[in-house]
C-alpha cells in the first residue's frame, strides 16, 4: 500500500474461444489429452480431490468417469 503498486486481475473469455477451441479439438488440430493426469472412476472424486490439492502423485488433471471399475492413471 506505501509503494503505491498496483494490482489489476480478470477472467478469460470462455464465451467468446469456447465454440472455436471445441472445433479445433474435434478437427484434431488441438490435442488436450496431456494435461490428464489421472483417470479414475467417479467414486474417487474426493481422494483425487485430495491428491490434487496436495500436488502429489503429479497429479494436473482428473477425469472421472462413472462406472469405471477400479483405478487407472492415464
Excluded at 500500500?1 to 474461444?17: C, E, P
Aim: proline content about 5%; some cysteine.
Amino acid at each position: 500500500m506505501n509503494k503505491g503498486l498496483t494490482i489489476r486481475t480478470g477472467q478469460t473469455h470462455v464465451n467468446r474461444w469456447t465454440d472455436d477451441l471445441l472445433n479445433r479439438v474435434l478437427e484434431n488440430q488441438i490435442d488436450p489429452s496431456f494435461v490428464i493426469t489421472h483417470t479414475e472412476p467417479l467414486e474417487s472424486g474426493p481422494q483425487m480431490y485430495k491428491t490434487f490439492r496436495d500436488k502429489q502423485d503429479g497429479c494436473i488433471k482428473v477425469v472421472l468417469k462413472p462406472g469405471m471399475n477400479g483405478g487407472l492413471h492415464a
